[in-house]
């Protein structure tokens, strides 16, 4: 899922990233996405913080934000009660960093995360970027009415995407079709993770 280069752009000093990706070229099928999961985590960002980093000869900002684990599916990751995940960009000081695209998290966010496991990373990262992230929506007795999935890391935070509301009948149901597919070696799913319309 990193492995095509994309370019994002450091504010502040303007610093133009190179960062293995293909996220922002395509939009990722189900079935890609699940195929490169080690673990899908359901709970609330509950700690967050930004440093910087030697990355590939540059210095980079890397964010790591923990989730306490509601609900998980550990395929080839140790199961915890907190999962912390590394996402590429972040701010450190007054300087901030963003790579287009990336997962993006905020205090006390309930999500549905995809993770992976990066060659040399500590912990794990969003598989496909933006497109392996789920913000869930609750109504006002606290029942999930569904996922959205993450507009991501942008330069114009006001101008990200907002994402469609996907039913959780309708995302759960994807997920179960799409690991019997898996399962049965089929990995040429082409139904990408949005809603019906």
Known sequence: MRSVVRIGVALGLGLALTFPSSAGTRQFTLGEILSETKAVVHGV???QF??????DGHKIVFTYSTVRVQAADFRGISPSRQVVVRTVGGKVGDYQQVLVDEASFRLGEEVIVFLGVEDGW??????GFRQGK???????????????QDAGQQLEPAQGEVA????????????RRTRRNLAEGDTSDVHPLVPVR
């Open 45 to 47: 960002v509950v700690d």
């Open 122 to 127: 500590l912990h794990p990262s969003v598989v």
């Open 164 to 175: 469609p509301l996907i039913p959780l009948a309708r995302f759960l149901e994807d997920m």
């Open 50 to 55: 930004s440093q910087w980093e030697e990355y």
């Open 134 to 148: 789920y913000g869930v929506a609750r109504d006002g007795s606290g029942r999930i009415l569904g996922v959205r």
